[in-house]
């Protein structure tokens, strides 16, 4: 609709009017909703296009008989975008009927979501700032109107999201939804939920969701924190995990099987987390076992989520060839790699000129973030195979020098957990 010809608005009041003649006698628990993220540049002009669009679907619905007269209608602004509703969206005059609704779609920050430029990692004070200012706004731009996020969610949790951070994420943003009194509904394509065994992927994810939807206080690890990594050949040390308790107090600490760990020999607690004896980390590290997750252990608090928290063992994983000369340009370049136990966490990218190949300007984010590129530019199997995108290579071959592509792994804190990839074309 952004680009609105007379064949396409015939093409949505017909399908409209088919829709709302064959569901007119359904209950008033079905709900209409015009268009899906309706596409469209973010100019006034294309808000307009699909604001006309929704005038003419509500006149359709209203006017088709049966409960159409009275049905829940849920309205969409310009790609289901918070910014374009506030600024550009169109409210239904009251003869229109007052039964609709508003609905928007969250997706923020981008940077964090789809692991972009580094930013790998959220939950600080400035971070839950920046998502209750986003939906401040839509409150008080429609103040009295039923309001829904009609889709959230992250990218992943525990590969292209780190997990501590998607469960703070989830949490707050329920919580402020709430607090606003907007109905969340989860994006999800399979990635979070197994509907074939009607279970959670990351079951402390789910859990985290339910008592946030409840308003029951969920126990938190800190960002990162969701891992307890353990370097093959270092002296191994207690190990801490940041905890939030947010009032909750320690119930208990459980292994993979769900026999209670002992405080005081096998780990200890304070206000800001627990910290495992190295007495224990050491118990798990049998002889003949794999690099990768050697235990698992769960933190129970007086009330919500249980948190599983995944004790890594790893080294630097390893490449047989760290240059590539004149890949392919048509398809992706796939590295195989030998992982060691390590979880990718984001890659950067410099020409031999030490500038950034792609979006120079994040010269000015902090050092952590500088240069690095988003994923889907990069991508890995979590088996053995790292993957730096066609588009990505093109830009290699046309920047007229090699690229050193660093890909940086879990945990970002350790320096020598890095593995360099130079492709050139001659």
């Known amino acids: 609709m952004s680009t609105p010809t007379v064949e396409k608005q015939q093409k949505f009041e017909d399908l409209w009017t088919q829709i709302a003649a064959r569901l007119k006698l359904k209950s008033e628990r079905l709900i209409f909703e015009a268009l899906n993220e309706p596409a469209g540049g973010g100019t006034q002009a294309n808000a307009d296009a699909y604001n006309n669009a929704n005038l003419q679907f509500q006149n359709i619905v209203r006017n088709s008989g049966g409960y159409n007269k009275n049905r829940i209608t849920s309205l969409e602004p310009l790609n289901g975008n918070s910014d374009y509703g506030n600024a550009w969206f169109y409210k239904i005059p009251a003869g229109w009927g007052d039964k609709w609704s508003y609905q928007f779609h969250f997706y923020s920050p981008y940077d964090f979501l789809w692991n972009a430029w580094g930013k790998t990692l959220w939950g600080t004070d400035s971070d839950k700032a920046a998502v209750w200012q986003q939906m401040a706004d839509v409150a008080g731009n429609f103040t009295g109107i039923p ?5 959230f ?5 525990g590969k292209i999201n780190e997990s501590a951070s998607v469960w703070l994420w989830f949490d707050y943003v329920i919580r402020t939804a709430r607090h606003f009194g ?3 509904f989860m994006w999800d394509n399979g990635s979070f939920f197994d509907r074939a065994a009607g279970t959670w992927r990351d079951t402390t994810l789910g859990q985290v969701m339910k008592y ?13 924190n969701s891992t307890v990594w353990v370097r093959q050949g270092d002296l191994i040390t207690d190990k801490t995990i940041g905890l939030r308790f947010s009032g909750n107090t320690l119930a208990g600490v459980y292994n993979g099987a769900g026999q209670a760990l002992t ?4 780990y200890t607690a304070s206000s800001t987390g627990v910290t495992l004896k190295a007495s224990y980390i050491t118990s798990l590290l049998v002889p003949g076992k794999p690099l990768g997750s050697i235990g698992t252990i769960v933190i129970k608090s007086n009330q919500g989520a249980d948190l599983k928290i995944d004790i890594r063992y790893y080294k630097t994983p390893t490449v047989a060839t760290t240059s590539y000369q004149s ?12 992982l060691n136990g390590a979880k990718l966490a984001t890659v950067k990218a410099l020409k031999a000129d030490g500038s950034i190949l792609k979006d120079d300007w994040t010269i000015y984010l902090p050092a952590s973030q500088a240069g690095r590129l988003t994923w889907n530019d ?8 790292l993957i730096i995108s066609a588009s990505i290579i093109n830009m290699v071959k046309n920047a007229g020098q090699a690229v050193t592509f660093t890909f940086e792994f879990w945990p970002r804190y350790d320096a020598l957990n890095t593995v360099p990839i130079t492709v050139s074309y001659v």
């Open 147 to 151: 309001t829904s996020i009609g889709e």
């Open 153 to 157: 969610g992250s990218t992943d949790s």
């Open 182 to 184: 907007f109905v969340t």
């Open 212 to 224: 946030a939807h409840m308003g029951v206080t969920n126990t938190l690890a800190e960002p990162g």
């Open 263 to 266: 405080s005081g020999t096998q």
């Open 327 to 338: 890949p392919s340009t048509s398809s992706s370049l796939s590295i195989p790699v030998t």
């Open 378 to 385: 990069f991508d890995y199997n979590e088996s053995n195979t």
